[in-house]
């Protein structure tokens, strides 16, 4: 493609806050949070006008990987427990799953969960202080995805009739077609929806670790997440090659082989329920 497909891209982009399937509620939530005084009742009022929105909400902070002793009943409150950054990306992640569930691509939101799943548990190994924000990137990693598959079925279909006649990487595949990748995309949708850098930079560079300047080791938790989950064979985000592993990000993420080995026996065994959020 002629280097003009990479600004029309973009263009389409900065358009993404006028796409019908994003809601209302989503595009209000956007500009709410960067108001510095925002509470957490504010955000859960608004997010609970949209009473099936609310729900996937609640259920995926309810989910058993978080663990919390009681459940959690309200919007407001899960504000409160999750953090709100993490509650916007979960609002995100529902709207997502819908594009996703309504095209057909289940098997695009198994491999999300199971990012986000297997991303939680490296994050808690690692001790890091919001293990939860990890998760919710894992789920949003492919979001690029969505948009290049399901709003530009143009775009998807040249995507997609190329993967299937080479041994190539779908990243690559994306890159030489239009000279931009799905992580690129990925990154643009977080600025636009004024994601934090401790979501926007694992989004961008889950497949280039190295590059992350503010969260590195956000960014290679998901990375090291997404090609484990990829040699799980849990779900299919588009083709069936593993990607390259970053020993960098590897070494920042710091699994012996000990611990690799139980993270991935913990990350099977909460694969299982990965079709309870179907």
């Given at each position: 493609?002629?280097p003009?497909?990479?600004?029309?891209?973009?263009?389409?982009?900065?358009?993404?806050?006028?796409?019908?399937?994003?809601?209302?509620?989503?595009?209000k939530?956007?500009?709410?949070?960067?108001?510095p005084?925002?509470s957490?009742?504010?955000?859960?009022?608004l997010?609970?006008?949209?009473?099936?929105?609310?729900?996937?909400?609640?259920?995926?902070?309810?989910?058993p990987?978080?663990?919390?002793?009681?459940?959690?009943?309200?919007?407001a409150?899960a504000?409160?427990?999750?953090?709100?950054?993490?509650?916007?990306?979960?609002?995100?992640?529902?709207?997502?799953?819908?594009?996703?569930?309504?095209?057909?691509?289940?098997?695009l939101?198994?491999h999300?969960?199971g990012?986000?799943?297997?991303?939680?548990?490296?994050?808690?190994?690692?001790?890091?202080?919001?293990?939860?924000e990890?998760?919710?990137?894992?789920?949003?990693?492919?979001i690029?995805?969505?948009?290049?598959?399901?709003?530009?079925?143009?775009?998807?279909?040249?995507?997609?009739?190329?993967?299937?006649?080479?041994?190539?990487?779908?990243?690559?595949?994306?890159?030489?077609?239009?000279?931009?990748?799905?992580?690129?995309?990925?990154?643009?949708?977080?600025?636009?929806?004024?994601?934090?850098?401790?979501?926007?930079?694992?989004?961008?560079?889950?497949?280039?670790?190295?590059?992350?300047?503010?969260?590195?080791?956000?960014?290679?938790i998901?990375?090291?997440?997404?090609?484990?989950?990829?040699?799980?064979?849990?779900?299919?985000?588009?083709?069936?090659?593993?990607?390259?592993?970053?020993?960098?990000?590897?070494?920042l993420v710091?699994?012996?082989?000990?611990?690799?080995?139980?993270?991935?026996?913990?990350?099977?065994?909460?694969?299982?329920?990965?079709?309870?959020?179907?």
């Open positions: 493609m002629n003009s497909g990479n600004i029309d891209l973009r263009r389409r982009i900065e358009q993404v806050g006028e796409l019908p399937t994003l809601p209302h509620v989503v595009q939530l956007a500009s709410m949070i960067g108001r005084n925002v957490a009742e504010e955000i859960g009022a997010i609970e006008k949209d009473q099936v929105l609310s729900a996937k909400v609640l259920r995926l902070a309810n989910s990987f978080y663990g919390f002793p009681s459940r959690i009943a309200s919007v409150h504000v409160v427990v999750l953090g709100l950054n993490v509650v916007k990306g979960l609002t995100l992640c529902a709207t997502a799953f819908d594009m996703m569930r309504n095209a057909g691509m289940n098997e939101w198994r999300s969960l990012v986000a799943m297997t991303a939680h548990i490296l994050g808690t190994k690692a001790a890091m202080k919001n293990p939860e990890v998760f919710v990137a894992g789920l949003l990693h492919d690029g995805k969505v948009v290049l598959y399901v709003k530009w079925p143009d775009v998807g279909q040249q995507i997609t009739a190329v993967t299937r006649n080479t041994s190539q990487p779908l990243m690559n595949v994306e890159q030489e077609l239009f000279e931009v990748t799905h992580a690129d995309v990925g990154g643009w949708l977080a600025s636009a929806w004024h994601l934090p850098t401790s979501l926007r930079e694992p989004i961008l560079h889950h497949h280039t670790p190295a590059a992350a300047q503010d969260a590195k080791l956000q960014t290679a998901v990375h090291v997440a997404d090609v484990l989950v990829k040699g799980l064979a849990c779900g299919n985000p588009g083709d069936n090659l593993v990607p390259p592993l970053s020993r960098q990000a590897w070494d710091g699994l012996d082989a000990q611990s690799l080995a139980h993270c991935l026996a913990q990350a099977s065994e909460e694969f299982q329920t990965i079709d309870d959020y179907l």
